[in-house]
Nanobody, 118 residues
Framework: QVQLVESGGGLVQPGGSLTLSCAAS????????MGWYRQAPGKQRESVAS???????NYADSVKGRFTISRDNVKNTVNLQMNSLKPEDTAVYYC????????????WGQGTQVTVSS
């Protein structure tokens, strides 16, 4: 059972940057996809970025050009570098995974709060 812990959130002004980190308790080398998701108040959870074991990356249109996802299968971490942050990026950010292309998501953890405000 792989457990994930998100960290790195905080309060930042519009235009600022934050790096979120997802630390896994076990190996992620063979996990098909790792991803970041977010849920803003009053809204449904949405996919932000994902990266497969083969290196395929997908970004939500709203974050393309601003966010970068990376995966380190040695350190068992997944990072999300967020630049040019906007107030609409404010949300709780979660890390999750799919073991295979046919698998569902793992359990949702506590997440880390990102607040973009002036």
């Amino acid at each position: 059972q792989v457990q994930l812990v998100e960290s790195g959130g905080g309060l930042v002004q519009p235009g600022g940057s934050l790096t979120l980190s997802c630390a896994a308790s076990g190996s992620i080398a063979k996990i098909y996809a790792m991803g970041w998701y977010r849920q803003a108040p009053g809204k449904q959870r949405e996919s932000v970025a994902s990266i497969t074991s083969g290196g395929t990356i997908n970004y939500a249109d709203s974050v393309k050009g601003r966010f970068t996802i990376s995966r380190d299968n040695v350190k068992n971490t997944v990072n999300l570098q967020m630049n040019s942050l906007k107030p609409e990026d404010t949300a709780v950010y979660y890390c999750n995974f799919r073991r295979t292309p046919l698998s569902g998501f793992g359990s949702w953890g506590q997440g880390t709060q990102v607040t973009v405000s002036s």
